[in-house]
């Protein structure tokens, strides 16, 4: 399986109808508080629109939903996966991206037969407060080199800048939240985020 270069994050429908035109291809709806009846619409309605744009929808946590919907991605942290039924995401042939910050996280992922694992932070991160320190650059190439051609999505600080260095150090994907919903000017980042991930394409 190959991942898009470009991972955009998002928390909400209105992120996706503002850059989902820019161009992003891979889109994790992240949303953390709301009730079951909502998230259900707003997961319907994201999957509608990425299918819309030829983008893939990774969804963040909410499993079930997930394959109530008929999604084709589920990210779980590592507190979710534990409590999470994998045999029933797998069943309904939902890939599965999780989480890792160190090496026994990463043993653990590796044991679930994940479709992709995430390493972060890379860099120092704004997002949430971190237990683990930047994991940096080296980290990335230490990483691909024991999970081989399972796609690496790194996360956690990401620039344009950054997002080449990672890419280069051996990501298959570069994870991105603040860096475009913070910006003053979202679309035209996401699109810069476009435009330096496609020769990693």
């Known amino acids: 399986m190959k991942l898009d270069p470009f991972y955009l994050i998002v928390d909400s429908l209105d992120w996706l109808t503002r850059l989902l035109p820019q161009g992003a291809r891979l889109v994790q709806l992240r949303i953390k508080e709301m009730d079951e009846a909502e998230l259900r619409a707003q997961i319907a309605a994201a999957k509608t629109l990425c299918a819309a744009a030829g983008a893939q929808l990774v969804v963040n946590d909410y499993w079930r939903l997930a394959i109530d919907l ?9 507190q979710d996966f534990l409590a999470a039924d994998l045999p029933a995401i797998r069943r309904a042939g939902i890939k599965l991206g999780l989480s890792t910050h160190d090496e026994a996280e990463l043993e653990t992922a590796l044991a679930q037969k ?3 694992v995430a390493l972060g932070p890379i860099f120092p991160t704004i997002l949430k407060k971190m237990p683990w320190a930047p994991q940096g650059l080296e ?16 996360i956690g600080g990401l620039t344009p800048e950054r997002g080449i260095e990672v890419l280069r150090a051996g990501a298959d994907s570069a994870a991105v939240v603040t860096d475009i919903t913070l910006n003053a000017d979202p679309e035209g980042r996401a699109r810069q985020w476009v435009a330096i991930s496609r020769p990693f394409v």
Not at 70 to 78: K, P, S, Y
Not at 144 to 149: H, N, P
């Open 139 to 154: 980290r990335i190439g230490e990483w691909k080199r024991k999970i081989g051609d399972l796609p690496l999505v790194a």
């Open 70 to 78: 008929g999604c084709d991605f589920v990210h779980l942290g590592q």
């Open 114 to 116: 994940p479709d992709y």
